[in-house]
């Protein structure tokens, strides 16, 4: 063989690798990936109507579900019946479902799809969304949620062979991802939910009690599921949780879960960019370590007067950041969401409000529960 034709071997060679490579992930979609809260949203439209507000729920076990709303708008008639509820499998209900002749954001369009129809606001403090695109609907793609960019792709394609580090196999059990989850020394099965909103590790109650603790269990709330409510309590752990390579020195979790498994919410996910490959069952995982921006203080007359004892709770600050803490529960950061107004840094959905007399000082604390009740008192 000539020299001449060795070279055209390897330029040929490195050009058939180039367009393969190529090949492996082709993009459908890039679009702005629009939270809600923690959860991922985009805009969408149906039957070329729209847009509408959609979040990606990887918990969610239908393509797609829509409000009551947007099918009346939409004139879409019910085509059969679901009955759908939380991994638990208690407390079921048939929802109507309505034929969806297309779906599309960005490049991708899906036809054909089966949705169901069911209020999307399971309590009144809830951000408005006109309804939720399933892990089922992406089955034949690639999906990446890219919270650090903000950004939602959809691409052809497959990922590389899973590494145990970065690239993690999963499986899919009633249309939702399933990993294993490292908690100490106990392998946990956990559901990967961007629809959870409200927190990050969750673990079922059979395992807090095999695992060494760093404090004491607090009751912090309720949560709702589509089929239930469920008090929520909340603790930290001695041992780490990985994920992969990704290791949570000592994290808070809350408890119970829904089912047997453990899941993995949106606090958590918002560090990475998640890529999926259900056709290989393939998750990539990229972290960025997000940074926490301080509190701005809003004073009145040079103070800082939030703080103090407001009924059962009370308001101080540790360094540059501030802290709410019921009696006998735990301390949680405030973000600043706005003048005098705060959400938590464990709970984004939930709302604090400091109200000013006359003398434009503090004078009453309002709190947004998870029922969607405003809960007052006075500074004392």
Not at 28 to 34: E, K, Q, R, T
Not at 199 to 224: D, N
Request: neutral net charge; aromatic residues 6%.
């Amino acid at each position: 063989m000539s020299r001449i034709q060795s070279a055209l071997l390897v330029v040929l060679a490195i050009f058939i690798c180039t367009v393969s490579t190529n090949a492996q992930r082709s993009r459908v979609a890039d679009v702005p990936m629009l939270q809600r809260g923690l959860e991922p949203a985009v805009e969408i439209k149906i039957n070329g109507q729209g847009p509408f507000l959609f979040a990606i729920d990887t918990g969610g076990g239908m393509q797609a579900d829509l409000d009551p709303s947007v099918a009346a708008q939409l004139k879409l008639p019910t085509n059969g019946k679901v009955r759908a509820g939380d991994p638990s499998g208690r407390n079921g209900h048939d929802y109507d479902t309505v034929l969806v002749e297309s779906l599309s954001f960005g490049g991708a369009e899906f036809r054909g799809i089966t949705a169901m129809v069911r209020e999307q606001r399971m309590a009144p403090n809830t951000a408005r969304i006109d309804g939720i695109l399933g892990f089922a609907l992406f089955a034949d793609y690639l999906l990446t949620l890219d919270y650090p960019g903000k950004r939602v792709l959809v691409e052809r394609g497959e990922l590389p062979q899973t590494n145990g580090s970065d690239i993690m196999a999963f499986r899919v059990e009633q249309h939702i991802p399933v990993i294993d989850l490292l908690v100490g020394s106990l392998k946990l099965n956990a559901h990967i939910d961007s629809g959870n909103m409200m927190g990050g590790f969750a673990l079922p109650e059979s395992a807090i009690g095999k695992l060494k603790l760093a404090s004491e269990p607090v009751t912090v709330g309720r949560a709702s599921s589509i089929s239930n409510v469920f008090e929520i309590k909340e603790v930290r752990l001695a041992e780490a949780i990985k994920l992969g390579s990704f290791e949570f020195a000592q994290p808070k979790v809350t408890f119970p879960t829904v089912a047997e498994h453990a899941n993995i919410g949106s606090a958590i996910l918002q560090e990475f960019a998640l890529t999926f490959d259900q056709k290989n069952e393939r998750l990539k995982l990229k972290r960025t370590v997000l940074k926490s921006e301080p509190i701005p203080v809003v004073t009145a007359s040079g103070t800082k007067d939030y703080s103090g004892r407001y009924g059962a709770r009370s308001i101080f600050q540790l360094a540059n950041d501030w802290y709410i803490q019921r009696d006998g529960g735990p301390r949680l950061k405030l973000v600043a969401a706005g003048k005098d107004e705060f959400t938590l840094a464990e709970v984004p959905e939930a709302r604090i409000k400091f109200l000013r007399g006359a003398d434009g000082k503090i004078s009453e604390l309002l709190v947004l529960n998870r029922e969607g009740q405003w809960e007052s008192a006075k500074k004392e």
